[in-house]
């Protein structure tokens, strides 16, 4: 997804935009420029292709200059081509602008433009509007002119305008796309992402939607959408570089499985009261009468979210005794759901920033629902927009297949459904405690499943899948959700083809595709289910399937039925999801990695879809 650079200062402006902009690599991105401040002109280069390539097309005079923009591109509007490449220019050259978001209106605002001012556009961006809207209200200021160009604009925006007539003044303005201000020392900066700035300060401040910013070296203003000048709060960012970067392994993916269990340690720390322990979800803010009023819930998310979903409605329903509906966010908004008052939606994003779940959100909002948001990423949109907020506290999530975001949103998940069967009184006390005990030993079991020798049989078994174009993942019950997500992660990023079955409904079509030595992973951790499961691995071992069965270390039924075994310590029903999971990811890596693919940006693919 694109990212933002902004920098206006007394140090070379192009190193910085380019050091920045590479911190922004992971959101993935297609193309890469900068626009810089040159003596009353604004020099632009860009280009299809890495901000590598675009570091070594800069001249070097321009490397020189102390302010200017920068940005990453992701293409949405055209294809990723150099004249659709940020920054865009106006007619005359005199403003540039980088955008991330959507400009619903650009069409009619372009026929406009072109009408009225004969400008003739370059691009087939929605974004180059933006230039020439800015150029058109320009009357000697540029905060004045982004002012009067915004309030015509239907969409969503991140931006950051420069005028040639300006020079060390970047012009920001936000709607529905984060934008965060970096305070330094006689420079600043901006950013659409907080890595892009850690290098050079930690004060920030995050732009709300409606908000404008003008930056100079000296000082930053913030202005709120009716032109006052706010004093907002400088948010200390805590966590360092490193904590973005591999840390020694080949690829984020694999750093970032490696830290689940230090993430469900972080996801369970102090929301378990060491007294009692019992579940203290004290950012629900619900009173026992709101939750035992409660009716319906219903779970909003995309992607991996959607799977961490559909896993957190079988435990509500089961220790909460609430009916829960999980929905797909793009189509959630669309389906017009029976929404009321006294219902709880919950939305779940690792990012904060994906379009359909803030749209799904925003509908369950205009339905008079309270909002619970489960979120990684302080500061985001969706953080904000909720009306309550539980954080994941996984870390920075860099590779763009979700792992351990994933895992903790599970371990949310439970934590918010035991609160609730607690305080409802659906779950007994040594229930409850149990599930708590089980939630506690996670990261130590988790550390487990990470083994050298767990990871041994993964890579053996990956030999032989990574020769394939077609695989299933098969479960039942909880395993079913473990299995859609195992399958998800495994297209995303090795590109074979896997489709995950509830394991009973193989016989009624799927089975058909079959044949000796296709890879099966089978889904085994279901106690009360296992016998079911495994009549259904049999009837793929029949076929000659290649069965990888992942299940728990005491079923020993299971062994002498499967090709390959991966052996997980022993854990409730209600909580294998969070152990089972992990050989899957283990194998889409591995797999990805036999076939020599881009592991942590897979082709076509972002980690924060802004979009639509
Ligand atoms: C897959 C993956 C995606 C995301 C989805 C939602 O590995 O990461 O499916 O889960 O795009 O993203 P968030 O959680 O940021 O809303």
New binding site residues.
């Given amino acids: 997804m694109c990212g933002i650079v902004g920098y206006t200062g007394n140090r070379k402006a192009g190193p910085v935009l380019i050091e920045g902009l590479k911190k922004l690599e992971y959101r993935g991105y297609d193309s890469a420029g900068v626009a810089l401040h040159d003596n009353g002109r604004l020099i632009v280069t860009k280009a299809a292709g890495s901000v590598a390539e675009l570091e070594k097309s800069l001249n070097e005079h321009h490397k020189e200059v102390t302010a200017g923009i920068g940005h990453t591109r992701w293409a949405t509007h055209g294809p990723p081509t150099d004249l659709n490449a940020h920054p865009h220019s106006s007619a005359s050259g005199e403003i540039v602008v980088v955008h991330n978001g959507i400009i619903e209106n650009y069409r009619t605002l372009r026929k406009r433009l072109t009408e009225e001012a004969g400008f003739k556009f370059k691009s087939e961006t929605d974004s180059e509007v933006l230039a020439h809207l800015i150029e058109y209200c320009y009357e000697g200021d540029l905060l004045a002119a982004v002012r009067r160009a915004m309030s015509e604009i239907e969409g969503s925006y991140a931006l950051v305008a420069a005028s040639s007539r300006e020079p060390d003044r970047l012009v920001c303005a936000r709607k529905d796309s984060p934008l965060i201000i970096g305070y330094g020392e006689g420079e600043n900066y901006v950013a659409s992402d907080i890595p892009a700035l850690l290098a050079h300060t930690r004060r920030t401040c995050v732009m709300d939607d409606g908000e404008f910013a003008v930056l100079t070296p000296e000082k930053i203003e913030i202005y709120n959408k009716d032109g006052q000048m706010l004093d907002k709060d400088i948010l200390e960012i805590t966590w360092n570089l490193e904590a973005a970067e591999k840390g020694g392994y080949d690829h984020f993916m694999l750093k970032e499985i490696m830290e689940q269990p230090a993430a469900v340690r972080e996801t369970l720390r102090q929301r378990i009261k060491r007294d009692s322990g019992l579940v203290e979800l004290g950012e629900l803010d619900l009173t026992t009468e709101q939750i035992l009023k409660l009716d319906q819930i219903y779970i909003i998310?995309?992607?991996?979210?959607y799977h961490a979903g559909l896993i957190g409605k079988m435990a509500i329903e089961k220790l909460a005794g609430i009916p829960v509906e999980v929905d797909v966010a793009s189509e959630f908004r669309y389906r017009d759901p029976l929404l009321e008052p006294n219902q709880l939606a919950i939305v779940?994003?690792?990012?904060?920033?994906?379009a359909d779940?803030l749209a799904g959100l925003r509908m369950a909002h205009t339905k008079g629902l309270k909002v619970l948001a489960i979120t990684n990423v302080v500061g985001s949109t969706v953080s904000r927009e909720a009306d309550r907020v539980m954080y994941t506290w996984a870390g920075p999530e860099i590779a763009?297949?979700?792992t351990k975001?994933y895992v903790t949103q599970l371990v949310a998940l439970y934590l918010v459904a035991i609160y609730l069967g607690q305080t409802r009184g659906t779950l007994e006390p040594e229930k409850a405690g149990a599930l708590v005990d089980g939630l506690l030993a996670l990261p130590e079991q988790l550390t487990q499943v990470l083994s050298e020798d767990n990871i041994a049989t993964i890579r053996a078994y990956c030999e032989h899948l990574s020769r394939w174009d077609n695989a299933f993942f098969i479960g039942r019950n909880l395993d079913y959700p473990v299995a859609m997500e195992g399958a998800?992660?495994l297209k995303?990023i090795s590109y074979i083809h896997a489709e995950a079955c509830a394991a009973g409904e193989l016989k009624h079509g799927p089975l058909a595709l079959v044949e000796e030595g296709m890879p099966v992973i089978a889904l085994a951790t279901q106690e009360a289910i296992l016998d079911k499961t495994l009549s259904n691995i049999q009837v793929v071992n029949a076929r000659g399937g290649a069965v990888f069965a992942v299940t728990r270390e005491d079923f020993e039924d299971v062994s002498w039925q499967v090709e390959s075994i991966f052996s997980l310590p022993v854990v409730c029903d209600t909580l294998a999801p969070v152990l089972g999971v992990v050989p899957t990811q283990l194998i889409a890596y591995y797999a990805a990695v036999a076939r020599g693919c881009s592991v942590d940006k897979p082709r076509n693919l972002a980690k924060?879809?802004t979009v639509e």
């Fill in positions: 998310a995309c992607g991996t979210a779940i994003s690792q990012s904060g920033e994906t779940t763009v297949a979700s975001a998800l992660k995303e924060s879809v």
